[in-house]
Nanobody
Framework: QVQLVESGGGLVQPGGSLRLSCAAS????????MDWYRQAPGKQRELVAS???????NYARSVKGRFTISRDNAKNTVYLQMNSLKPEDTAVYYC?????????WGQGTQVTVSS
């Protein structure tokens, strides 16, 4: 059974930081490209950051320079370090894993940036 389990969301003030984690099980993690998406109320789900199986990263323009995606293949975990958070970063953040044959989603974790 494949599971992607996110954690680390919560309420943070503008300018603050959070680190999201996504622990994977049931897949050969090292061969999967891993992504973080987010969906704000009333908006479409958007890609925030991605990291390939080889470690190459890409970021949405809105988060570049503030967010960092990383992976630890020994722990089957992908991370999203979020710094300098803004109210517009408020959303449910989803972990996504994809290979040439399959793709899987986590259940999401809420991030709220508010004073």
């Amino acid at each position: 059974q494949v599971q992607l389990v996110e954690s680390g969301g919560g309420l943070v003030q503008p300018g603050g930081s959070l680190r999201l984690s996504c622990a994977a099980s049931g897949i050969i993690f090292r061969i999967y490209a891993m992504d973080w998406y987010r969906q704000a109320p009333g908006k479409q789900r958007e890609l925030v950051a991605s990291i390939g199986s080889g470690g190459i990263t890409n970021y949405a323009r809105s988060v570049k320079g503030r967010f960092t995606i990383s992976r630890d293949n020994a722990k089957n975990t992908v991370y999203l370090q979020m710094n300098s958070l803004k109210p517009e970063d408020t959303a449910v953040y989803y972990c996504h894993g994809s290979s040439s044959r399959n793709n899987y989603w986590g259940q999401g974790t809420q991030v709220t940036v508010s004073s």
